[in-house]
């Protein structure tokens, strides 16, 4: 099995793909039948049929009035009941419906679901379609496309680097927006070893629909996820599923559309969200939500069987999502500075083994301290073995890795270690990368 970005198909070269019927895509979601139904006529019954015989007339007049009387106030608290209901009930079920009436904009996340366990899919995907965007990169016979995410009010645009790398330098940038307005775009900066980028639309319009951000780190594991974008040139493509791993260590081989673009062909190691939300060439870039809408992830690669021996190059249920904290951290530099900071330990590592009393696990082992380092100064020794950094298990060393480029300068760290048979914690504060 092989990791690789979901790129899109080179410009020019789109494949083909064939569909039924029930799943074209287009048009406005469909408004389903309301649930609540007016409140109907409530029974008043009959009169009796029969009253004693023994008191005057007026007397029977006077219970009949006063039973009519009573009848319609009950009659009347019913209905006001029935009506009270209904009011407190319809703010929710509007709400929750996909459908829109005509000439009213689509709902902001976060959407409000009834049931956490159910998600109403169709009023999250009408929150955050508009904030999605399909790219098109094309530089004579090479290119690509992919998808990416309206960041802010000004045009920034999220994305992933090898989507605007697979043009090569000076390659020209589009950006269809949900409602098909089509805009140029310039690279704000690009980071090869995050594969995250940002772009920026040229005349950007001002009713431009932000994505929300959400919290990657409240995440859990069989959390319902949805994953929108661009996949294989089809826009606006929704996709559900669930949050199958959190923390997953994985390894993203770029040297192609990094040899394009001039820049080195370093791998990406990302502490990703692994989700079983179909995912294939041209989702990378796009939105992974949560059932609220808010974005927890940037959709950016696949498990793949591979081409050959009859393998499978799309969607096989293993996708990959860079984590929406590491994400805006890297934008934010990215649109502030052009440059990205990365955090740096400063040690060699192995794949180990740690014996604590009886009880022995897999960890990230120390092979070298490079002096001067974070890993120096907190007091890292070479044999060490790391299990846990900030209460996150360690089980390789990827998975230190991959954990370490997820955190900011700067952050203090605490590393829990195995030094000869004992578990101990060591704090280190991450630098920047030389």
Not at 252 to 264: F, K, L, N, V, Y
Request: negative net charge.
């Amino acid at each position: 099995m092989s990791t690789t970005p979901p790129t899109g198909p080179p410009s020019g070269s789109s494949p083909e793909p064939t569909w039924h019927d029930d799943h074209s895509a287009g048009g406005a979601p469909h408004t389903p039948p309301s649930p609540w139904a007016a409140p109907g006529a409530q029974g008043a019954g009959s009169a009796p049929s029969t009253y004693p015989s023994t008191p005057p007339r007026r007397r029977r007049s006077g219970w009949l009035v006063l039973a009519l009387v009573a009848l319609i106030v009950l009659a009347l608290g019913a209905a006001s009941m029935t009506t009270f209901i209904r009011d407190e009930r319809a703010p929710s079920s509007l709400a929750q419906s996909g459908g829109l009436p005509q000439g009213e904009q689509a709902p902001n996340a976060p959407v409000a679901q009834a049931d956490a366990s159910a998600p109403d899919w169709s009023a999250t995907a009408a929150a955050v379609s508009p904030s999605v965007v399909s790219i098109t990169v094309e530089a004579g016979n090479s290119g690509g496309e992919g998808s990416g995410v309206i960041y802010d009010r000004k045009g920034h645009v999220l994305t992933n680097n090898h989507v605007i790398a697979a043009g090569g330098r000076g390659a020209d940038i589009l950006v269809t927006l949900a409602d098909k307005r089509v805009f140029k775009a310039r690279v704000v900066g690009s980071d090869a070893a995050t594969d995250l980028a940002v772009i920026a639309l040229q005349n950007a319009p001002d009713d431009l629909r932000n994505i929300t951000p959400g919290d990657d780190r409240a995440l859990q594991v069989g959390q319902p996820v949805m994953a929108i974008g661009n996949p294989l040139g089809l826009s606006g493509t929704v996709t559900t599923g669930i949050v199958s791993a959190l923390n997953r260590p994985v390894v993203t081989a770029q040297e192609s559309q990094a040899g394009r673009s001039g820049e080195g062909g370093e791998p990406v190691v990302t502490n990703a969200i692994q989700t079983s939300a179909a995912i294939n060439p041209g989702n990378s870039g796009g939105a992974l939500v949560d059932a609220s809408g808010k974005l927890v992830g940037i959709n950016s690669a696949i498990a793949s069987m591979g081409e050959g021996n009859g393998g499978q190059s799309g969607n096989i249920g293993i996708g990959f999502a860079i984590p929406v904290t590491e994400a805006q951290s890297v934008a934010n530099q990215l649109i502030e500075k052009q440059v990205v900071a990365h955090p740096y330990l400063g040690v060699e590592l192995r794949n180990a083994m740690a014996t604590e009393g009886s009880t022995t696990r897999r960890a990230a082992g120390v092979a070298k301290v490079l002096p001067g380092t974070a890993a120096a100064e907190g007091g890292l020794q070479a044999g060490d073995a790391v299990i846990a950094i900030d209460g996150a298990a360690v089980d390789s060393a990827l998975s230190l890795t991959a954990q370490v480029r997820a955190r900011e300068v700067g952050t203090p760290t605490t590393l829990t270690i195995v030094r000869d048979g004992s578990r101990q914690d060591v704090k280190v504060t991450l630098a920047r990368k030389p």
